[in-house]
């Protein structure tokens, strides 16, 4: 397979793979670029490169594999703007599919997806099952992200219209920022949904407030009003419900699990 060169500022996607080899296996990139290069006649690919751009051995040592000024050879269809990204293990010793990655890979495969993004602050980042009918990379990629705080797709919201439709991006983008939403403030938004529909109005958010814990939301609420909405709060699923002083407004916060 012959290689093809590609302009740098072209990338736009982080493409993750596993190696399919057993829980404590000790290769690299070495390894990978050997069979990858071997020919096929021989068992191996017949490449003139290893076909990843990085390799995370299970110590969390990050290797280079072929140069980002070519476009790998990793998947299908997406080898040409992206950037593959193979971490080692991924079958068990039945050659089954497992997630037998250690903490040093995945710390290091986060610290290293930190540093791409910002060279390349718009790349996607995706698993390999989500173009082809493999359990590669094997571990559940958006868990991974969102548990080391990655945004998985810069270019889409972090909330999804059809699921909150009375709540508009720019509301929150300001107090959250780019990142990944917290499972806290789904829980918020979903019951501020259902509120809203028992209440029969439309909710005015004076104020947002994410404490790490919560997203505390500040509704204006007529005086008239209150009793019957602090009632639809509580059914609505929120912890927290506390009328303030004039201006009326309620403070809703806390949705349990």
């Not at 698993?127 to 009918?133: F, P, Q």
Request: proline share 7%.
């Amino acid at each position: 397979m012959s290689m093809k060169q590609r302009k740098l500022e072209d990338i736009n996607e982080i493409i993750l793979h596993c190696s399919a080899n057993g829980p404590n296996s000790p290769i690299g990139a070495y390894e990978i670029r050997k069979y990858h290069m071997l020919p096929v006649a021989q068992g191996g690919r017949g490449w003139e490169d290893i076909g990843y751009h990085f390799v995370i051995k299970q110590d969390g040592t990050v290797e280079q594999g072929r140069k980002l000024e070519f476009q790998g050879a990793h998947c299908t269809g997406h080898n040409k703007l992206s950037i593959g990204v193979c971490l080692v293990g991924g079958v068990d010793v039945h050659g089954q599919p497992q997630d037998n990655f250690t903490f040093l890979q995945f710390e290091a495969l986060a610290m290293m997806l930190r540093e791409l993004r910002k060279r390349w602050p718009g790349a996607k980042i995706s698993g390999h099952n989500e173009y082809a009918n493999k359990a590669c990379p094997v571990f559940d990629v958006p868990d991974f992200l969102k548990r080391y705080g990655i945004v998985k797709d810069p270019g889409k919201p972090a909330w999804d219209h059809k699921r909150w439709p009375h709540f508009k991006p720019e509301e929150f983008s300001t107090l959250w920022g780019d990142g990944d939403m917290p499972p806290a403030w789904e829980r918020t938004l979903d019951a501020l949904e259902r509120l809203r529909a028992a209440f029969g109005k439309p909710l005015v958010l004076e104020a947002t407030r994410w404490d790490g814990k919560d997203l505390n939301c500040n509704v204006v609420v007529k005086e008239k009003d209150q009793k019957r909405f602090v009632m639809f709060a509580k059914a609505a699923g929120f912890t927290g419900v506390l009328p303030l002083p004039r201006p009326a407004v309620v403070k809703v916060w806390g949705v349990a699990e």
